[in-house]
């Protein structure tokens, strides 16, 4: 089992920046991948950027160039440091881990809600 604890979200007004962070406990395994999704009031979860546990990262076009994911594999944490927020930014942001042992364990964190403001 793994146990992913977000914090960091927040208020912002648009134009201002936020980190997240992403603490994983458990069984965690040495090739791995973690990410952030975020959903949007009555849109579907959609992918903002993943890392690879050899630090290769891909994002979704609409935060290329403002959001940066990055990872400290010695403290099995994730961040997001997401710059020059939009209000369509705005929305609840899950961090996700994928575990991959002789199978792929997929876990997710409760959840922590992004505002920006205009």
Not at 27 to 36: R, V
Not at 39 to 65: C, F, H, N, T
């Amino acid at each position: 089992q793994v146990q992913l604890v977000e914090s960091g979200g927040g208020l912002v007004q648009a134009g201002g920046s936020l980190r997240l962070s992403c603490a994983a406990s458990g069984s965690i395994s040495g090739t791995n991948a973690m990410g952030w999704y975020r959903q949007a009031p009555g849109k579907q979860r959609e992918l903002v950027a993943v890392i690879s546990s050899g630090g290769i990262a891909q994002y979704a076009d609409s935060v290329k160039g403002r959001f940066t994911i990055s990872r400290d594999n010695a403290k099995n944490t994730i961040y997001l440091q997401m710059n020059s927020l939009k209000p369509e930014d705005t929305a609840v942001y899950y961090c996700k881990a994928v575990m991959r042992w002789t199978t792929a364990y997929t876990y997710w964190g409760q959840g922590t809600q992004v505002t920006v403001s205009s």
